[in-house]
């Protein structure tokens, strides 16, 4: 099956958009060649080109949780099903990806904040603990929404996003603190401080752009 792969993958955190316990990523940009599409449940101008699934899944990033969106063509009615499958797979591996480029990037800011002595007491095993109970973690994540869109051609456009919700992802924060040995009772909300902090900060480069 002849396919077109859309990715839009978007993240909130709980208080901010984790919205955030919140993550999202930028949209990329749609190729020109993709054949225009109406969303047939809308009532909008012929005369205008649009891609809906783009603002479908946009809409994400505004949501609270770290949620991932991604598209896959369906040719047929009867490819429906596999193409929601095939969305709802891709939407969790592209989630696993923020997630693990999340909890990086919060470890290393976490330890650009704590003095040295507080450094050595984390142990060079710090990171390869979290990521391991992210991805005990990520298990939980939930379908939250689907979408189909039918193309100009006559096909279909079927999105699904996927999402980790935001007590999930405190709980998450809460046991990588604990399992990494992290007695100051700082320690928890600074990293979820610096989790929430890479969402800001994407949120600040998308707009500056």
């Avoid at 969106?69 to 592209?94: M, P, V």
């Avoid at 096909?155 to 935001?166: D, G, I, K, N, Q």
């Amino acid at each position: 099956m002849k396919k077109w792969k859309k990715l839009v993958a978007v993240g909130s955190v709980v208080g901010m958009c984790l919205a955030s316990l919140s993550g999202c990523g930028s949209k990329p940009k749609v190729k020109p060649q993709q054949p225009p599409v109406s969303n047939t449940s809308s009532s909008t101008s012929a005369a205008v080109v649009t891609f809906p699934w783009d603002s479908y899944c946009a809409k994400f990033s505004k949501m609270k949780g770290l949620i991932a969106c991604r598209c896959d063509l369906a040719q047929s009615l009867e490819e429906l099903n596999i193409a929601k499958e095939e969305s709802i797979a891709d939407a969790r591996s592209e989630l696993a990806r923020i997630l693990n480029l999340r909890v990086t990037t919060m470890i290393k800011r976490y330890r650009s904040r704590t003095i040295a002595d507080e450094k050595h007491a984390i142990g060079s095993t710090f990171e390869a603990v979290a990521k391991q109970v992210a991805k005990e973690y990520l298990k939980g994540s939930k379908v939250i929404d689907s979408k189909t869109f039918k193309t100009s051609e006559g096909s279909y456009m079927v999105c699904s996003a996927v999402a980790l919700e935001p007590e999930t992802i405190k709980n998450m924060i809460s046991e990588i603190a604990k399992k990494a040995n992290l007695t100051n009772p700082r320690d928890e909300d600074i990293l979820y401080e610096e989790f929430k902090a890479y969402k800001a900060q994407q949120e600040l480069e998308e707009e500056t752009k």
